[in-house]
């Protein structure tokens, strides 16, 4: 296994993945957890795909999570006459519940949530913010808004509204649906899109029942306002910056970028990166050098994980597009203030034993030349609060249950190893060392911490912090 890298990968399976060999490729590259992507392809390409990343984790022997990503509630208008029309700058536009195809002074909006929620003075953005209407009067079952950036609208393009919370449920039927297929093929993670308040992970999470871990994509303005609350209520974070800069200016992206980032890491909370980060390689071999700084800048900041789409899933280069996202953050993770950044962003430790034994490990591993940080977890709890802390040695968590394993593979710097049960607390430094060192990530003469709690098998027990050397 011995990695070389802290910040995950996550990597889109799509049409362009074709065998079990490409994804074996994907991880050798550094690939550590797959998405799914249910806005495209059937249930039975997704089958597929997922038993290929299982036959790889079962030949490399080494946890791989899987993502599905729900695609959420797609706002759109209707139809028009001729197919398209041309909208002119301080034109009148209605939009209204009448099915009845559209033209150049009104068109079908099948949302009477939206209708509802809008009110004069408030922006729509259509066709992913290349047209922008004003609402300036509201009726009954319409709106009557004024063109502010006009242009060609087609049939059935996607409707944002940026300045309301809408009524309405993140989960569609089909949702329900592709959710129900996803638990039962084994996911690991679910990705919830469309995400307004805290009240949706609520209703998610019901449904989910615990079957899988829940990420929360943040790429609503209300979501932003609603941040904390949550990340809170959520597994891991999602800064989804497709829609996310469309419904919010797209030079105040970066800054709620890093406020998320710094949010989910003082509250321990995995933060994933997305969209768009290498998107130029869909069509060629190499990236620009803006999507390079891109990349670097999320490593920079403490994020878990970056999020590869359309690169992997359907473009001409995924595995070298995995090998130049592999190379950008081991360049940052051994530049001279990459450790140094991450301890001024350190967050506030709470007063548990598990965040004292967490904070002294980080301190110790920027003390002395420690190879690996071993942690025993059967939940993943004091793995992720090791995670947390950013420590400078990479964090081997040693866990019985394969699910926490790929449930731990979005997190920074945590490499998983499914070991069997302990029983005896003697057991427990033989049997680090001894994993570390089969793993690759300690030699002999150097040094290695081990961190794991009494009674074994309950969460939140981590109270025992050991110092050795291996021989």
């Not at 890298?5 to 079990?20: E, S």
């Not at 080494?62 to 509630?73: A, E, K, S, T, W």
Request: aromatic share 4%; glycine share 6%.
């Amino acid at each position: 296994m011995t990695p070389d890298k802290k910040v995950k990968i996550l990597a889109t399976l799509g049409p362009a993945i074709r065998d079990a060999a490409h994804i074996r490729q994907l991880v050798e590259a550094g690939v550590n957890l797959f998405r799914l992507n249910f806005s495209h392809g059937e249930h039975a390409d997704h089958a597929q795909r997922y038993q290929w990343v299982r036959q790889v984790e079962r030949e490399l022997n080494q946890p791989i999570g899987i993502l599905m990503d729900l695609q959420g509630p797609k706002l759109r208008v209707g139809r028009f006459a001729e197919g398209k029309v041309q909208l002119v700058n301080g034109q009148s536009l209605r939009l209204d519940l009448d099915k009845t195809p559209g033209d150049t002074s009104r068109v079908n909006l099948p949302h009477p949530e939206i209708i509802e929620a809008l009110q004069p003075g408030m922006s729509l953005l259509l066709d992913d913010g290349r047209l922008r209407l004003k609402v300036t009067a509201k009726q009954n079952d319409a709106v009557i808004t004024e063109v502010i950036a006009g242009g060609e609208l087609s049939d059935r393009k996607g409707v944002n509204v940026p300045e309301a919370v809408l009524q309405l449920s993140p989960l569609t039927e089909k949702d329900r649906r592709d959710l129900t297929f996803g638990l039962q093929l084994g996911v690991d993670w679910v990705a919830l899109s469309f995400v307004q308040r805290p009240e949706d992970i609520v209703e998610a999470r019901e449904l989910i029942q615990g079957k899988a871990f829940l990420m929360a994509k943040i790429e609503k303005p209300s979501a932003v306002t609603h941040l904390e609350e949550i990340a809170k209520l959520c597994d891991a974070i999602m800064v989804a910056r497709g829609d996310l800069g469309v419904e919010v200016p797209a030079e105040n992206v970066p800054r709620i970028q890093k406020d998320i980032v710094r949010t989910c890491r003082q509250l321990g909370r995995p933060v994933v990166v997305a969209t768009q980060m290498l998107e130029s390689m869909r069509f060629s071999p190499a990236p620009t050098r803006a999507e390079v700084t891109d990349v670097a800048n999320a490593v920079a900041e403490g994020a878990d994980a970056v999020m590869l789409s359309a690169e992997t899933a359907s473009g001409d280069y995924p595995l070298e597009t995995v090998q130049m996202m592999s190379k950008i953050i081991r360049q940052v993770e051994n530049g001279p203030d990459y450790q140094t950044q991450l301890d001024v962003g350190r967050p506030q430790a709470e007063a548990t034993a598990s965040d004292a034994i967490s904070c002294a490990i980080r301190r110790i591993s920027s003390i002395l030349p420690v190879a690996a940080l071993v942690n025993y977890s059967e939940s993943g709890a004091s793995s992720l609060r090791a995670s947390r802390e950013r420590p400078k040695a990479p964090i081997l968590s040693l866990t019985p249950s394969l699910t926490t394993a790929r449930r731990l593979t979005v997190a920074w710097g945590i490499y998983s190893v499914v070991n069997e049960r302990l029983r005896r607390v003697e057991e427990v430094t033989s049997t680090a060392l001894e994993i570390a060192q089969a793993q690759g990530m300690a030699k002999r003469g150097e040094t290695v911490v081990i961190t794991a709690g009494e009674p074994f098998g309950q969460p939140g027990s981590t109270n025992s912090l050991r110092i050795e050397t291996l021989h």
